[in-house]
Protein backbone atom coordinates (compact mmCIF):
# COMPACT_ATOMS: atom_id res chain seq x y z
CA UNK A 1 0.00 0.00 0.00
CA UNK A 2 1.11 3.38 -0.64
CA UNK A 3 2.55 5.32 2.12
CA UNK A 4 0.83 9.03 2.30
CA UNK A 5 2.18 11.97 4.50
CA UNK A 6 0.12 15.16 4.75
CA UNK A 7 1.24 18.73 5.79
CA UNK A 8 0.24 20.43 7.79
CA UNK A 9 -1.29 17.96 10.12
CA UNK A 10 -3.38 20.60 11.87
CA UNK A 11 -3.98 24.34 11.98
CA UNK A 12 -6.12 27.50 13.50
CA UNK A 13 -6.71 29.98 10.84
CA UNK A 14 -8.56 33.13 11.05
CA UNK A 15 -11.55 33.68 8.98
CA UNK A 16 -11.09 35.04 5.49
CA UNK A 17 -7.67 33.51 5.63
CA UNK A 18 -6.77 30.57 3.34
CA UNK A 19 -4.65 27.69 4.18
CA UNK A 20 -3.01 25.21 1.83
CA UNK A 21 -2.42 21.84 2.41
CA UNK A 22 0.05 19.19 0.43
CA UNK A 23 -0.40 15.65 0.05
CA UNK A 24 2.70 13.69 -1.01
CA UNK A 25 2.66 10.08 -2.12
CA UNK A 26 5.85 7.66 -1.89
CA UNK A 27 4.69 6.13 -5.23
CA UNK A 28 3.48 7.84 -8.68
CA UNK A 29 0.26 7.33 -9.05
CA UNK A 30 -2.62 8.95 -11.36
CA UNK A 31 -5.49 9.47 -9.44
CA UNK A 32 -5.34 11.60 -6.48
CA UNK A 33 -8.43 12.45 -4.06
CA UNK A 34 -9.69 15.08 -1.87
CA UNK A 35 -11.99 14.42 0.97
CA UNK A 36 -13.75 16.45 3.93
CA UNK A 37 -14.96 15.14 6.79
CA UNK A 38 -16.82 17.50 9.15
CA UNK A 39 -16.84 17.19 12.74
CA UNK A 40 -18.88 13.82 13.81
CA UNK A 41 -19.66 12.93 10.20
CA UNK A 42 -18.52 11.05 7.08
CA UNK A 43 -16.57 11.83 4.40
CA UNK A 44 -17.33 13.69 1.61
CA UNK A 45 -15.63 13.54 -1.76
CA UNK A 46 -14.27 16.89 -3.11
CA UNK A 47 -12.47 16.36 -5.94
CA UNK A 48 -10.61 14.34 -8.28
CA UNK A 49 -6.89 14.92 -9.38
CA UNK A 50 -4.98 14.23 -12.40
CA UNK A 51 -1.75 14.97 -13.29
CA UNK A 52 -1.88 17.58 -16.28
CA UNK A 53 -5.38 18.55 -16.13
CA UNK A 54 -7.60 20.20 -14.48
CA UNK A 55 -9.45 18.79 -11.46
CA UNK A 56 -12.96 17.50 -11.40
CA UNK A 57 -14.88 18.84 -8.78
CA UNK A 58 -18.09 17.38 -6.93
CA UNK A 59 -21.45 18.75 -6.58
CA UNK A 60 -21.51 21.42 -4.04
CA UNK A 61 -17.52 22.29 -4.43
CA UNK A 62 -16.25 24.72 -6.63
CA UNK A 63 -12.90 25.61 -8.05
CA UNK A 64 -12.44 29.27 -6.46
CA UNK A 65 -13.23 27.85 -3.18
CA UNK A 66 -10.57 24.56 -3.31
CA UNK A 67 -8.17 25.19 -5.41
CA UNK A 68 -6.19 21.62 -6.57
CA UNK A 69 -2.89 21.72 -8.26
CA UNK A 70 -1.23 18.50 -9.13
CA UNK A 71 2.30 19.47 -10.29
CA UNK A 72 3.47 15.82 -10.84
CA UNK A 73 2.58 11.88 -10.07
CA UNK A 74 3.38 12.42 -6.40
CA UNK A 75 2.06 15.70 -4.90
CA UNK A 76 -0.82 17.36 -4.81
CA UNK A 77 -2.17 20.28 -3.06
CA UNK A 78 -5.46 21.41 -2.16
CA UNK A 79 -5.87 25.36 -0.95
CA UNK A 80 -8.85 26.50 1.29
CA UNK A 81 -9.83 29.84 0.49
CA UNK A 82 -11.16 32.84 1.90
CA UNK A 83 -12.20 30.17 5.01
CA UNK A 84 -15.01 30.29 6.99
CA UNK A 85 -15.56 28.61 10.70
CA UNK A 86 -18.33 26.27 8.66
CA UNK A 87 -15.07 25.09 6.77
CA UNK A 88 -13.17 23.39 10.09
CA UNK A 89 -12.84 19.59 9.13
CA UNK A 90 -10.63 17.20 8.51
CA UNK A 91 -9.19 17.21 4.75
CA UNK A 92 -7.53 14.28 3.59
CA UNK A 93 -5.98 12.73 0.38
CA UNK A 94 -6.55 9.49 -0.99
CA UNK A 95 -5.13 7.33 -3.56
CA UNK A 96 -6.42 3.99 -5.39
CA UNK A 97 -4.29 1.30 -4.97
CA UNK A 98 -4.97 -2.45 -7.12
CA UNK A 99 -7.05 -3.34 -4.23
CA UNK A 100 -8.43 -0.38 -2.21
CA UNK A 101 -7.67 3.19 -1.56
CA UNK A 102 -5.30 4.62 0.81
CA UNK A 103 -5.49 7.72 2.62
CA UNK A 104 -2.82 10.17 4.49
CA UNK A 105 -3.56 10.85 8.03
CA UNK A 106 -5.78 14.22 7.17
CA UNK A 107 -5.04 17.28 8.20
CA UNK A 108 -7.72 18.97 11.05
CA UNK A 109 -8.01 22.35 10.05
CA UNK A 110 -10.13 24.42 12.91
CA UNK A 111 -11.37 28.19 11.38
CA UNK A 112 -12.31 31.12 14.33
CA UNK B 1 -22.99 4.19 -6.90
CA UNK B 2 -25.50 2.48 -5.27
CA UNK B 3 -27.04 3.55 -1.61
CA UNK B 4 -25.85 1.02 1.30
CA UNK B 5 -27.82 0.70 5.04
CA UNK B 6 -25.89 -0.23 8.19
CA UNK B 7 -26.41 0.16 11.64
CA UNK B 8 -25.27 3.29 13.45
CA UNK B 9 -23.61 1.10 15.77
CA UNK B 10 -22.57 -2.28 17.46
CA UNK B 11 -20.91 -3.67 20.46
CA UNK B 12 -19.10 -6.83 20.50
CA UNK B 13 -16.99 -8.42 23.45
CA UNK B 14 -13.39 -8.81 23.04
CA UNK B 15 -12.14 -12.09 21.44
CA UNK B 16 -15.80 -12.81 20.03
CA UNK B 17 -16.45 -12.52 16.08
CA UNK B 18 -17.93 -9.52 15.09
CA UNK B 19 -20.44 -9.56 12.80
CA UNK B 20 -21.37 -6.24 10.29
CA UNK B 21 -24.46 -6.41 8.54
CA UNK B 22 -25.04 -4.34 5.14
CA UNK B 23 -27.53 -3.56 2.63
CA UNK B 24 -27.03 -2.87 -0.77
CA UNK B 25 -30.02 -3.89 -2.70
CA UNK B 26 -29.98 -1.77 -5.81
CA UNK B 27 -26.83 -2.55 -6.45
CA UNK B 28 -25.54 -2.88 -10.08
CA UNK B 29 -23.83 -6.12 -11.64
CA UNK B 30 -20.95 -4.79 -12.01
CA UNK B 31 -20.30 -2.99 -8.71
CA UNK B 32 -18.25 -4.23 -6.16
CA UNK B 33 -18.65 -4.32 -2.34
CA UNK B 34 -15.64 -2.34 -0.36
CA UNK B 35 -15.43 -1.83 3.38
CA UNK B 36 -12.98 0.62 4.96
CA UNK B 37 -12.63 1.23 9.23
CA UNK B 38 -11.60 4.61 10.57
CA UNK B 39 -10.59 4.61 13.67
CA UNK B 40 -10.55 7.67 15.45
CA UNK B 41 -8.67 10.67 14.47
CA UNK B 42 -7.06 8.44 11.50
CA UNK B 43 -7.76 7.81 8.03
CA UNK B 44 -9.71 5.62 6.88
CA UNK B 45 -8.20 1.85 6.23
CA UNK B 46 -9.55 -0.50 3.32
CA UNK B 47 -10.08 -4.01 4.80
CA UNK B 48 -11.63 -6.42 2.13
CA UNK B 49 -13.72 -5.88 -0.92
CA UNK B 50 -15.75 -8.56 -3.18
CA UNK B 51 -17.81 -8.78 -6.33
CA UNK B 52 -20.17 -11.95 -5.68
CA UNK B 53 -17.42 -14.83 -3.90
CA UNK B 54 -17.01 -14.42 -0.36
CA UNK B 55 -13.56 -13.43 0.57
CA UNK B 56 -10.62 -13.47 3.55
CA UNK B 57 -7.67 -11.53 4.30
CA UNK B 58 -5.35 -11.50 7.22
CA UNK B 59 -8.16 -9.00 8.64
CA UNK B 60 -11.36 -9.76 7.94
CA UNK B 61 -13.60 -12.51 5.77
CA UNK B 62 -16.91 -10.85 3.58
CA UNK B 63 -19.89 -12.56 2.82
CA UNK B 64 -21.93 -11.88 0.06
CA UNK B 65 -25.47 -13.03 -0.32
CA UNK B 66 -26.26 -14.85 -3.41
CA UNK B 67 -28.87 -12.48 -4.64
CA UNK B 68 -25.68 -9.76 -3.95
CA UNK B 69 -28.68 -7.42 -1.64
CA UNK B 70 -26.63 -7.85 1.52
CA UNK B 71 -23.17 -8.88 2.75
CA UNK B 72 -21.53 -9.23 6.14
CA UNK B 73 -18.13 -8.01 7.36
CA UNK B 74 -16.69 -10.95 10.11
CA UNK B 75 -14.12 -9.96 12.37
CA UNK B 76 -12.90 -13.19 13.74
CA UNK B 77 -12.03 -12.55 17.09
CA UNK B 78 -12.71 -8.58 17.95
CA UNK B 79 -10.04 -6.49 19.70
CA UNK B 80 -10.35 -3.21 22.10
CA UNK B 81 -7.90 -1.89 18.54
CA UNK B 82 -11.27 -2.95 16.30
CA UNK B 83 -13.10 -0.04 17.48
CA UNK B 84 -13.84 1.92 14.86
CA UNK B 85 -16.78 3.35 12.56
CA UNK B 86 -16.63 0.36 9.89
CA UNK B 87 -17.80 1.74 6.40
CA UNK B 88 -19.71 -0.29 3.86
CA UNK B 89 -19.25 0.76 0.00
CA UNK B 90 -20.26 -0.35 -3.39
CA UNK B 91 -18.54 1.06 -6.47
CA UNK B 92 -17.56 0.06 -10.01
CA UNK B 93 -14.21 -1.16 -10.14
CA UNK B 94 -11.21 1.39 -9.99
CA UNK B 95 -10.23 3.12 -13.55
CA UNK B 96 -14.09 2.88 -14.55
CA UNK B 97 -15.75 5.78 -15.03
CA UNK B 98 -17.61 6.80 -12.53
CA UNK B 99 -15.66 5.03 -9.51
CA UNK B 100 -15.45 6.39 -6.61
CA UNK B 101 -15.88 6.14 -2.85
CA UNK B 102 -19.01 7.64 -1.61
CA UNK B 103 -19.38 7.40 2.31
CA UNK B 104 -22.53 6.37 4.27
CA UNK B 105 -22.99 7.30 7.90
CA UNK B 106 -20.76 3.63 8.76
CA UNK B 107 -21.33 1.56 11.80
CA UNK B 108 -19.60 2.30 14.90
CA UNK B 109 -18.47 -0.70 16.35
CA UNK B 110 -17.35 -1.01 19.79
CA UNK B 111 -15.37 -4.06 21.74
CA UNK B 112 -15.42 -3.85 24.81
CA UNK B 113 -13.30 -5.84 27.45
Known amino acids: SAVISQKPSRDICQRGTSLTIQCQVDSQVTMMFWYRQQPGQSLTLIAT?????????ESGFVIDKFPISRPNLTFSTLTVSNMSPEDSSIYLCSVEEISGSDFGPGTRLTVL | DAKTTQPPSMDCAEGRAANLPCNHSTISGNEYVYWYRQIHSQGPQYIIHGLKNNETNEMASLIITEDRKSSTLILPHATLRDTAVYYCIVRVARGTSGSRLTFGEGTQLTVNP
Open chain 1, 49 to 57: ANQGSEATY
